[in-house]
């Protein structure tokens, strides 16, 4: 069965300085897809980024990346020149390539504190 | 912009009740899903419909059914709502397979009393 974890329940970060959140998933598919979703508070969620695992070269959205190490399982995401307005709950979800249905599985989240 | 919309932002119910949550997208998305969010559990998915009156059970099917008979409209019931329902939905609707962005709906929140 495939699982997403997120280790990190909380985090805060000075603006304009640089975080990252982790997140680790298991899985014995080859052909799969990660995503990074936030969810400010008290509106909707939206996709931060989206990393496809056959692809080497990691995701880059902005201010917004990504570490994808495939062989470790390991998908961080990385915020820089954080901002107010990234204050959310970040989840990382993974989805399975060999579904015919889109269906996400995701992390446990992580709220996201950015400190004036 | 890709709307997802859904009939109410909170509500409250009694133990027993039935319920109705709906949900309406305007892309034309095949597919469409129900989850519910618990603190510390992150999403969990309770139904998704790849295609209109076509449905599937996620991981947390329990206590829950779905309606889906137009195309851009997709209904989670409760049948007899209890206690242990209580939490956010949020409804989310995708073009199709092969790793396409999720849109999701501003969520509902209900308490069963």
């Known amino acids: 069965a495939q699982t997403v974890t997120q280790s990190q329940p909380e985090m805060s970060v000075q603006e304009a300085e640089t975080v990252t959140l982790s997140c680790t998933y298991d899985?014995?598919?080859?052909?799969?897809?990660l995503f990074w979703y936030k969810q400010p508070p008290s509106r909707q969620m939206i996709l931060v980024i989206r990393?496809?695992?056959?692809?080497?070269q990691n995701a880059t959205e902005n201010r917004f990346s990504v570490n994808f190490q495939k062989a470790a399982k390991s998908f961080s995401l990385k915020i820089s020149d954080s901002q107010l307005g990234d204050t959310a709950m970040y989840f990382c979800?993974?989805?399975?390539?060999?579904?015919?249905?889109?269906?996400?599985?995701f992390g446990q989240g992580t709220t996201l504190q950015v400190k004036p | 912009d890709v709307k997802v919309t859904q009939s109410s932002r909170y509500l409250v119910k009694r133990t027993g009740e039935k319920v109705f949550l709906e949900c309406v997208q305007d892309?034309?998305?095949?597919?469409m899903f129900w989850y519910r969010q618990d603190p510390g559990l992150g999403l969990r998915l309770i139904y998704f419909?790849?295609?209109?009156?076509?449905?599937e059970k996620g991981d947390i099917p329990e206590g829950y059914s779905v309606s889906r008979e137009k195309k851009e409209r997709f209904s989670l019931i409760l049948e007899s709502a209890s206690t242990n329902q209580t939490s956010m939905y949020l409804c989310?609707?995708?073009f199709g397979t092969g790793g396409y962005e999720q849109y999701f709906g501003p969520g509902t929140r209900l308490t069963v009393t």
């Open positions: 989310a609707s995708s």
């Open positions: 899985t014995s598919e080859s052909n799969y897809y």
């Open positions: 990393q496809e695992a056959y692809k080497q």
């Open positions: 979800a993974f989805l399975y390539g060999s579904s015919n249905t889109g269906k996400l599985i």
């Open positions: 892309m034309d998305h095949e597919n």
């Open positions: 419909s790849y295609d209109v009156k076509m449905k």
